[in-house]
């Protein structure tokens, strides 16, 4: 596993998609509020995260290889503090076009007594204009021209950074220059990543994206939807994320189940951000389908028992991986 994770270091990845600001007030409660019967939480600290695309780079780059973000973010206040904190994380900010037409994603989330009690999300989810769409794709084709790009990550929350124009457009350039192409997606865009290389949906994700009820303890109704979709994308992969199930991941090759590892969970915010880093990384790196699935299956898990969104640990993972396998 060590030379496999070495192999990382010299990878790039590109990733595309809905950044955002992961802002925690952490507290205790002691009281309900007499104007209301709501808790009052005294607050502790304060804190700023990168989340959303940022948090997939995080993790690219906890794991040693050199992440590459594309997406917007508005001239606000808080599209400061962004570019702060990457510029604090060592990421660059080369790939990210500042709008005055739409407000920088912040995700507020209230924590206390290491629970979270409120999210509150200020935001836009309109698409991006057609004119807005091709500054972010010359903005991606810049930055693969410039250099080596081993994969790209498409990040989608339905937050309006990617549109269809902009999919269709960076997997066609990317089959062309023969670079793997992995989506975590959402709702919006969901039956249009034609032709990627894995598509990583979670079970919510699946059954609303096809719009069928897929039952897992129903025999063969995890792999037939599977199926559907894997002929609808014409995709290489389909790896449907299950939670406490572990995950299920299907190709050419056959289809398996990956157990999930018992894990005390803290919080599972921010996990599928780690599964689909690790993969992409382990599949850039030249790994099989399953044996990608089972890594970041357990990747997944381990950023699970923190609470808050974190990115993984590599020494963890290396660690957690050389008792496993």
């Given at each position: 596993?060590?030379?496999?994770?070495?192999?990382?270091?010299?990878?790039?990845?590109?990733?595309?998609?809905?950044?955002?600001?992961?802002?925690?007030?952490?507290?205790?409660?002691?009281?309900?509020?007499?104007?209301?019967?709501?808790?009052?939480?005294?607050?502790?600290?304060?804190?700023?995260?990168?989340?959303?695309?940022?948090?997939?780079?995080?993790?690219?780059?906890?794991?040693?290889?050199?992440?590459?973000?594309?997406?917007?973010?508005?001239?606000?206040?808080?599209?400061?503090?962004?570019?702060?904190?990457?510029?604090?994380?060592?990421?660059?900010?080369?790939?990210?076009?500042?709008?005055?037409?739409?407000?920088?994603?912040?995700?507020?989330?209230?924590?206390?007594?290491?629970?979270?009690?409120?999210?509150?999300?200020?935001?836009?989810?309109?698409?991006?204009?057609?004119?807005?769409?091709?500054?972010?794709?010359?903005?991606?084709?810049?930055?693969?021209?410039?250099?080596?790009?081993?994969?790209?990550?498409?990040?989608?929350?339905?937050?309006?950074?990617?549109?269809?124009?902009?999919?269709?457009?960076?997997?066609?350039?990317?089959?062309?220059?023969?670079?793997?192409?992995?989506?975590?997606?959402?709702?919006?865009?969901?039956?249009?990543?034609?032709?990627?290389?894995?598509?990583?949906?979670?079970?919510?994700?699946?059954?609303?994206?096809?719009?069928?009820?897929?039952?897992?303890?129903?025999?063969?109704?995890?792999e037939k939807a599977a199926v559907n979709l894997r002929e609808q994308l014409n995709s290489r992969m389909i790896m449907v994320t299950l939670s406490e199930l572990g995950v299920f991941i299907m190709s050419e090759n056959g289809q398996r189940i990956i157990p999930a590892h018992i894990r005390k969970i803290a919080d599972v915010s921010g996990a599928g951000d780690t599964v689909i880093a690790t993969a992409s990384l382990c599949l850039a790196a030249g790994l099989d389908e399953f044996k990608t699935a089972a890594i970041a299956n357990l990747a997944g898990g381990l950023v699970c028992?923190?609470?808050?969104?974190?990115?993984?640990?590599?020494?963890?993972?290396?660690?957690?991986?050389?008792?496993?396998?």
């Amino acid at each position: 596993m060590k030379d496999l994770f070495n192999r990382f270091d010299g990878l790039n990845i590109l990733i595309i998609g809905d950044v955002m600001m992961d802002s925690y007030l952490w507290g205790s409660v002691e009281r309900i509020s007499p104007e209301a019967p709501v808790p009052v939480i005294s607050v502790k600290k304060k804190e700023n995260r990168l989340g959303g695309a940022a948090n997939v780079a995080l993790n690219v780059q906890s794991l040693g290889a050199t992440p590459l973000i594309c997406s917007v973010i508005g001239t606000d206040s808080e599209g400061d503090s962004f570019l702060q904190l990457m510029e604090a994380q060592g990421l660059s900010s080369e790939g990210l076009i500042r709008l005055d037409s739409r407000p920088t994603t912040v995700k507020t989330r209230v924590i206390g007594h290491n629970q979270q009690m409120l999210r509150i999300d200020a935001e836009t989810d309109d698409a991006l204009m057609v004119p807005e769409t091709q500054t972010l794709l010359s903005k991606v084709l810049e930055i693969m021209n410039k250099q080596k790009i081993d994969a790209i990550i498409f990040e989608d929350y339905d937050k309006g950074a990617i549109t269809e124009e902009l999919i269709s457009s960076v997997v066609s350039e990317a089959k062309r220059r023969n670079i793997i192409t992995v989506v975590d997606p959402k709702k919006r865009n969901f039956l249009s990543y034609k032709g990627v290389t894995l598509f990583k949906p979670n079970l919510k994700e699946l059954r609303e994206g096809l719009k069928v009820d897929v039952n897992t303890a129903k025999a063969g109704d995890l792999e037939k939807a599977a199926v559907n979709l894997r002929e609808q994308l014409n995709s290489r992969m389909i790896m449907v994320t299950l939670s406490e199930l572990g995950v299920f991941i299907m190709s050419e090759n056959g289809q398996r189940i990956i157990p999930a590892h018992i894990r005390k969970i803290a919080d599972v915010s921010g996990a599928g951000d780690t599964v689909i880093a690790t993969a992409s990384l382990c599949l850039a790196a030249g790994l099989d389908e399953f044996k990608t699935a089972a890594i970041a299956n357990l990747a997944g898990g381990l950023v699970c028992e923190h609470v808050g969104v974190v990115s993984i640990s590599k020494e963890r993972l290396l660690k957690e991986l050389d008792k496993a396998f």
